[in-house]
DNA sequence: CATAGGTCAT
């Protein structure tokens, strides 16, 4: 039989992915004495790649006499479809060590894969003392086409580097890399998305209809995701009702994003109307449902849903789901009942899982159980500055004064510094950035004095500052001026005196929202008749009217 | 021979 019958056939089997026809190949092969001679066995990788026989794959590959560029991207494609990135990344280093070959535009798209699948794109994937990342690596490459570029633009967004992302991204376009596909578009709006860029999202956007993949489906999806995390809901469910065709994620996006603001019964309304077109839910989607229970206390709402998703839906419930469950009993005070779940699921609790106890602790009073809990934390992160800020909280909430100075010295001994508070906003196409205790601002006399007119306005409607949220050892008056320049005030601040008039003012933080800034910002947003949204390092704060969409609970 | 999208808790 002639080789390109073989070749032939190979490729027949891997786009059929029949694994069983793939090694009666194989076998036939060998006795031909054709199987080592290029390009059959590279065929063959592939398509022991492609149905998913990746021991079969590497078998082969380390028999091989002559190994080039398509052997090496074979198989490290096949150990990532195979979802093993690890191995994918310690075989890489020997395609220069021991075959003396350079990593060409394929390999790199597979390396780079891998370590974005691991979170790893900026940290080195190499090994045996070559420093070196993914840039470095790109840099180096004779040839640079789209799959390059999206493929390490996407995996930057994945490891959480957005602005190097978007920063490649105009690169690629001033290169000349005009033909944009879909995919590189979704995960630079999954980068505005993670970053709460609102005014640079609205740029990728009408980059999206100019280029037109306005329909496109997954790029929709990330759209509705985008503005929902930019804090503006309404032009997520503006997108979402104009789309043509909805799937899963499309309805997943938008009930969470309702949820994340705080519209719990629209997100549950979402959710019936879902089924009715007959979308099933996944995994994802009850995540999202059970925590819109949990922000208003729809305790047996929230329960039905638990058991919808294992009866109805057969989804067993992972840690995730029994987190945000056990949120959802402790936040409207079913501790005991919280506890019972912790002991007989079968899974060991994670940091979030005793996070979400932690909160419940301290809002109902709970302090000898938080103490338990946050020791608990302590052990498992001792490294986390926000662990010692919640348990002082803890024992700030429960007057004792003499634990939170424990807690100080405990961070100072072992060297954990709070990380330092920033507020971002963006005025037109400008964004500025606060950090607390700013005092070189060009217009900090204006902000100043507008702050202090607005206290002054909020204690005489009966706001006194809560200076507990201040870990540091100081004079009362001191606390208070501490609170006062908090990084969201000095950004409302300014907000107040640039954004249009009547406008949403919004806010990105990147840590935590104290208790005392959140009462204030309830005050500021009845004052001056403005809405506020904060999106902090954890969720939403719509604030309207004196009141906020969290329910004053996080 | 390759690149892709959504969730909770802190």
Same mark, same amino acid.
């Given at each position: 039989?002639?080789?390109?019958?073989?070749?032939?056939?190979?490729?027949?089997?891997?786009? !059929? !992915?029949?694994?069983?026809?793939? $090694?009666?190949?194989?076998?036939?092969?060998?006795?031909?004495?054709?199987? =080592?001679?290029?390009?059959?066995?590279?065929?063959?990788?592939?398509?022991?790649?492609?149905?998913?026989?990746?021991?079969?794959?590497?078998?082969?590959?380390?028999?091989?006499?002559?190994?080039?560029?398509?052997?090496?991207?074979?198989?490290?494609?096949?150990?990532?479809?195979?979802?093993?990135?690890?191995?994918?990344?310690?075989?890489?280093?020997?395609?220069?060590?021991?075959? %003396?070959?350079?990593?060409?535009?394929?390999?790199?798209?597979?390396? +780079?894969?891998?370590?974005?699948?691991?979170?790893?794109?900026?940290?080195?994937?190499?090994?045996?003392?070559?420093?070196?990342?993914?840039?470095?690596?790109?840099? !180096?490459?004779?040839?640079?086409?789209?799959?390059?570029?999206?493929?390490?633009?996407?995996?930057? #967004?994945?490891?959480?580097?957005? +602005?190097?992302?978007?920063?490649?991204?105009?690169?690629?376009?001033?290169?000349?890399?005009?033909?944009?596909?879909?995919?590189?578009?979704?995960?630079?709006?999954?980068?505005?998305?993670?970053?709460? #860029?609102?005014?640079?999202?609205?740029? #990728?956007?009408?980059?999206?209809?100019?280029?037109?993949?306005? &329909?496109?489906?997954?790029?929709?999806?990330?759209? +509705?995701?985008?503005?929902? $995390?930019?804090?503006?809901?309404?032009?997520?469910?503006?997108?979402?009702?104009?789309?043509?065709?909805?799937?899963?994620?499309?309805?997943? &996006?938008?009930?969470?994003?309702?949820?994340?603001? %705080?519209?719990?019964?629209?997100? =549950?309304?979402?959710?019936?109307?879902?089924?009715? #077109?007959?979308?099933?839910?996944?995994?994802?989607?009850?995540?999202?449902?059970?925590?819109?229970?949990?922000?208003?206390?729809?305790?047996?709402?929230?329960?039905?849903?638990?058991? &919808?998703?294992?009866?109805?839906?057969?989804?067993?419930?992972?840690?995730?789901?029994?987190?945000?469950?056990?949120?959802?009993?402790?936040?409207?005070?079913?501790?005991?009942?919280?506890?019972? +779940?912790?002991?007989?699921?079968?899974?060991?609790?994670?940091?979030?899982?005793?996070?979400?106890?932690?909160?419940?602790?301290?809002?109902?009073?709970?302090?000898?159980?938080?103490? !338990?809990?946050?020791?608990?934390?302590?052990?498992?992160?001792?490294?986390?500055?926000?662990?010692?800020?919640?348990?002082?909280?803890?024992?700030?909430?429960?007057?004792?004064?003499?634990?939170?100075?424990?807690?100080?010295?405990?961070?100072?001994?072992?060297?954990?510094?709070? $990380?330092?508070?920033?507020?971002?906003?963006?005025?037109?196409?400008?964004?500025?950035?606060?950090?607390? %205790?700013?005092?070189?601002?060009?217009?900090?006399?204006?902000?100043?004095?507008?702050?202090?007119?607005?206290?002054?306005?909020?204690?005489?409607?009966?706001?006194?500052?809560?200076?507990?949220?201040?870990?540091?050892?100081?004079?009362?008056?001191?606390?208070?001026?501490?609170?006062?320049?908090?990084?969201?005030?000095?950004?409302?601040?300014?907000?107040?005196?640039?954004?249009?008039?009547?406008?949403?003012?919004?806010?990105?933080?990147?840590?935590?929202?104290?208790?005392?800034?959140?009462?204030?910002? $309830?005050?500021?947003?009845?004052?001056?008749?403005?809405?506020?949204?904060?999106?902090?390092?954890?969720?939403?704060?719509?604030?309207?009217?004196?009141?906020?969409?969290?329910?004053?609970?996080?």
């Amino acid at each position: 039989m002639p080789a390109s019958h073989f070749l032939h056939q190979l490729q027949l089997c891997a786009r !059929r !992915r029949t694994p069983s026809t793939a $090694k009666r190949l194989h076998a036939q092969l060998i006795k031909t004495a054709l199987h =080592l001679c290029v390009p059959l066995p590279n065929t063959l990788l592939d398509t022991y790649g492609k149905c998913g026989l990746v021991e079969d794959a590497l078998h082969l590959f380390d028999e091989m006499p002559h190994r080039d560029h398509v052997s090496w991207a074979s198989i490290l494609t096949a150990h990532n479809q195979a979802n093993m990135p690890h191995r994918t990344l310690s075989m890489f280093p020997a395609m220069f060590e021991s075959d %003396g070959l350079q990593p060409d535009h394929f390999v790199f798209a597979s390396v +780079v894969k891998a370590c974005s699948s691991l979170g790893a794109v900026r940290q080195g994937y190499a090994r045996s003392g070559r420093k070196s990342d993914a840039f470095e690596m790109f840099e !180096r490459l004779p040839v640079k086409n789209l799959f390059s570029w999206t493929a390490l633009i996407s995996g930057l #967004v994945q490891s959480g580097h957005g +602005v190097d992302a978007l920063y490649l991204f105009i690169e690629m376009r001033r290169e000349g890399v005009h033909i944009v596909d879909p995919l590189v578009l979704s995960s630079i709006v999954g980068a505005c998305a993670n970053l709460a #860029v609102l005014e640079l999202g609205k740029q #990728v956007h009408s980059l999206v209809i100019r280029l037109g993949y306005e &329909s496109c489906l997954f790029i929709s999806n990330a759209l +509705v995701d985008m503005y929902a $995390k930019c804090s503006d809901i309404l032009a997520a469910k503006d997108i979402f009702g104009r789309m043509h065709q909805r799937d899963v994620v499309s309805w997943t &996006s938008i009930i969470v994003g309702a949820a994340q603001h %705080g519209q719990a019964e629209k997100a =549950l309304s979402l959710y019936d109307e879902m089924v009715a #077109v007959g979308i099933k839910p996944n995994e994802v989607t009850f995540v999202g449902l059970i925590y819109a229970c949990s922000h208003v206390g729809l305790v047996s709402k929230g329960r039905a849903l638990f058991r &919808s998703m294992m009866e109805d839906y057969g989804i067993s419930p992972s840690l995730q789901h029994y987190t945000c469950f056990l949120d959802l009993l402790s936040r409207s005070g079913h501790l005991g009942e919280a506890s019972n +779940v912790i002991d007989s699921m079968p899974f060991e609790p994670d940091e979030p899982t005793w996070a979400a106890l932690l909160s419940a602790c301290k809002h109902h009073g709970d302090t000898q159980t938080g103490i !338990r809990v946050a020791d608990h934390l302590l052990s498992l992160k001792p490294e986390d500055p926000s662990t010692y800020i919640l348990l002082s909280n803890v024992y700030a909430g429960a007057r004792m004064w003499e634990n939170v100075a424990e807690v100080r010295k405990l961070m100072a001994a072992r060297e954990v510094k709070k $990380k330092p508070g920033y507020s971002c906003i963006d005025i037109g196409k400008e964004t500025q950035v606060f950090y607390a %205790g700013e005092t070189s601002h060009p217009m900090k006399d204006e902000m100043f004095s507008l702050l202090k007119d607005l206290d002054a306005e909020m204690r005489r409607r009966g706001y006194v500052p809560d200076s507990s949220f201040v870990l540091h050892d100081m004079e009362h008056q001191e606390k208070e001026r501490q609170l006062f320049w908090h990084s969201e005030r000095l950004a409302v601040a300014y907000g107040l005196l640039k954004a249009v008039p009547g406008t949403v003012i919004r806010i990105v933080k990147n840590l935590r929202v104290c208790g005392d800034c959140h009462t204030v910002l $309830k005050f500021i947003s009845s004052i001056v008749k403005r809405d506020i949204v904060v999106r902090d390092a954890t969720r939403y704060h719509h604030f309207s009217n004196g009141e906020c969409s969290c329910n004053d609970f996080w």
